[in-house]
């Protein structure tokens, strides 16, 4: 069982379009990230937030952080082919990392 | 200046039989950390390491064993496998023991498969 539940598990788009993502917990973390993986790599770090409330924007992705800190949103806006990928989060205590089993993102040209 | 690095890329044992990855952190990094993620899952923490000592563990059976070197590498080694091993393992590096506030940078990983 995930600690951390991400939905939609499978999410498949037309360029141009906008999305979310959501990652649900029952749990509160002291710090949640998000995180994209390719096939063949390792996931990379696209947001690390922290605070309750919290929302950050990267280019055309906004991250939000649940004001219990036990859910997080991910929107992208005007997605793009270079936008597929498996879209991780990840929940942070100090001794310990857990992360959800991902939405696999495919944006059609 | 090189990211994480793992070899082999990819492997193929045998049920029973033990098995060794490795882990070159980030240059300037000192703390390791392995994740085994199965086939459409999300990574699952196994352990990490930081100044050559074990220092926080995930649910892993003792099966699952590890060791860094003094600098900084680190070894990942499976005793016995089963067929529910198989799965492509992660290396992460960071600076600084534990989770919070420590950017963790992912190696591209090995895929091992258990036949």
């Known amino acids: 069982t995930q600690l951390l539940e991400q939905s939609p598990q499978f999410l498949s788009i037309q360029e141009g379009e906008n999305l979310t993502v959501y990652c649900n917990s029952s749990?509160?973390?002291?710090?949640l990230q998000w995180y994209r993986q390719e096939p063949g790599e390792g996931p990379v770090l696209l947001v690390t937030?922290?605070?309750?409330?919290e929302v950050k924007k990267l280019k055309r992705l906004t991250f939000q952080f649940g004001d219990a800190r036990k859910d997080s949103s991910l929107h992208i806006t005007a997605a793009q082919p270079g936008d597929t990928g498996l879209y991780l989060c990840?929940?942070?205590?100090?001794?310990?990392?857990?992360f959800g089993a991902g939405t696999r993102l495919t944006v059609k040209p | 200046d090189a990211g994480v690095t793992q070899s082999p890329t990819h492997l193929i044992k045998t049920r029973g039989q033990q098995v060794t990855l490795r882990c070159s952190p980030k240059s300037g990094h000192d703390t390791v950390s392995w994740y085994q993620q199965a086939l459409g899952q999300g990574p699952q923490f196994i352990f990490q390491y930081y100044e050559e000592e074990e220092r926080q563990r995930g649910n892993f059976p003792d099966r699952f064993s590890g060791h860094q070197f003094p600098n900084y590498s680190s070894e990942l080694n499976v005793n016995a496998l089963l067929l529910g091993d198989s799965a492509l393992y992660l290396c992460?590096?960071?600076?600084?023991?534990?989770?919070?506030?420590?950017?963790?940078?992912f190696g591209p990983g090995t895929r091992l498969t258990v036949l």
């Open positions: 749990s509160v973390f002291s710090s």
């Open positions: 990840a929940g942070a205590y100090n001794n310990d990392m857990r």
């Open positions: 937030v922290v605070t309750g409330g």
């Open positions: 992460a590096s960071s600076l600084g023991s534990g989770f919070l506030g420590n950017e963790q940078f």
